[in-house]
């Protein structure tokens, strides 16, 4: 009987983290979750990721969680030495770009030096593991804002036809403002990079643009297309930060990014890059993601704007996913902005009235 592969997961209770266990303890693997909760530390009670927690351990037969936190370098160690997975998707994160300037110690430790530490301990002890760094299109800094753009009725949208498909992975990623928590993630996508071509390991990092789906906690720092959906099921207001509510981001399930990373520790290659996002068919501006969730729920949405975009933010952020159905044909996405909208949506008229009862 062949050995049961072993998958471990840093970031497990978060978005991307609990659906990569999901979807490979589905598929047989042995998952093992790395998680300490840092979101309710990073956002407050809304940000808590427990619940998501206790959901993985009370659905997933091969799942066990591990409460460590990747600063530990010496308990990072410790487990991959004992462990000795086959695969690590690295998903754990301070992942908004606003908070890190009010807390640029965690934020780096959290990003740059917990991936070095991750890395070097599958170097030490897995060292043929395959290493999968969820990494941000934030890399790229404010530098996208410099390509020509043209203003349409609820959208800006690349002047130059060169890059109808999105922003490709040979965009530039230096000379450009990032924000403290884009600075931190460039020094883990090039470690990422760099443990692959100096070691010869495989691994990849993966740049995302919105990645959403039902099972995000989200907060107004962090978690777009949820927080907005979610203020419109509370009723809450929504603030838009600049650009005219028209600033444009494309959004992939988080279903369709496990999808992809199984390709690649199918077959994998090494210190790759690839931009993932929804691609311009899952592409919306705040606007008419106004006028999406308006449609589904019948709410209004509450709202109200402030002329000063957030430091660094994209004006208009398409990811051209060229590159990764290139080397990845039999990927594509699954999961259109509709299914995306009615998943999230249901999942927060489902979270509210399960508060409610309580």
């Not at 043929?128 to 800094?141: D, I, Q, R, W």
Request: aromatic share 12%; net charge negative; hydrophobic share 35%.
């Amino acid at each position: 009987m062949s050995r049961m592969r072993k998958l471990l997961v840093t970031g497990s209770s978060g978005l991307i983290g609990s659906e990569v266990a999901s979807y490979f303890s589905h598929r047989g693997w042995d998952v093992h979750g790395v998680d300490n909760n840092m979101r309710a530390f990073f956002f407050g009670p809304e940000g808590d990721t427990r619940w998501n927690q206790r959901r993985l351990e009370e659905t997933l037969p091969r799942f066990t969680h591990h409460e460590l936190d990747i600063r530990d370098r010496q308990g990072v160690l410790e487990l991959i030495e004992t462990l000795r997975p086959d695969a690590i998707v690295h998903a754990a994160a301070q992942p908004s770009h606003d908070k890190a300037a009010q807390i640029p110690f965690e934020d780096f430790d959290v990003n740059a030096v917990g991936t070095l530490n991750l890395l070097e301990a599958t170097r030490r002890y897995a060292p043929e593991a395959v290493f999968v760094h969820l990494s941000t299109n934030k890399v790229y800094g404010d530098a996208p804002n410099e390509l020509p753009l043209v203003e349409l009725e609820k959208r800006w949208d690349y002047a130059d036809p060169a890059y109808y498909n999105g922003i490709p992975e040979t965009f530039r990623i230096d000379q450009s403002k990032h924000s403290i928590f884009g600075a931190s993630k460039v020094a883990a996508d090039i470690m990422v990079q760099e443990y692959g071509r100096y070691f010869g390991m495989k691994t990849c990092c993966l740049r995302g643009g919105c990645l959403t789906g039902p099972n995000h906690a989200g907060v107004e720092l962090h978690g777009f297309l949820s927080y907005l959906i979610k203020c419109n099921v509370t009723g809450r207001k929504y603030t838009i930060y600049g650009y005219k509510g028209k600033q444009v981001r494309d959004n992939i399930h988080s279903y369709d990014v496990a999808r992809f990373i199984e390709c690649f520790i199918e077959e994998p290659r090494v210190a790759e890059v690839y931009n993932l996002g929804g691609g311009r068919g899952n592409s919306c501006s705040i606007l008419e993601a106004f006028d999406m969730i308006e449609a589904l729920s019948g709410k209004k949405m509450i709202y109200d704007y402030v002329d000063k975009p957030r430091e660094g933010d994209h004006i208009c952020y398409i990811s051209d996913l060229t590159k990764m159905k290139t080397h990845y044909p039999e990927w594509d996405i699954t999961k259109k902005l509709s299914d995306i909208f009615e998943e999230i949506y249901q999942g927060w008229i489902e979270r509210v009235k399960a508060q409610q009862v309580v």
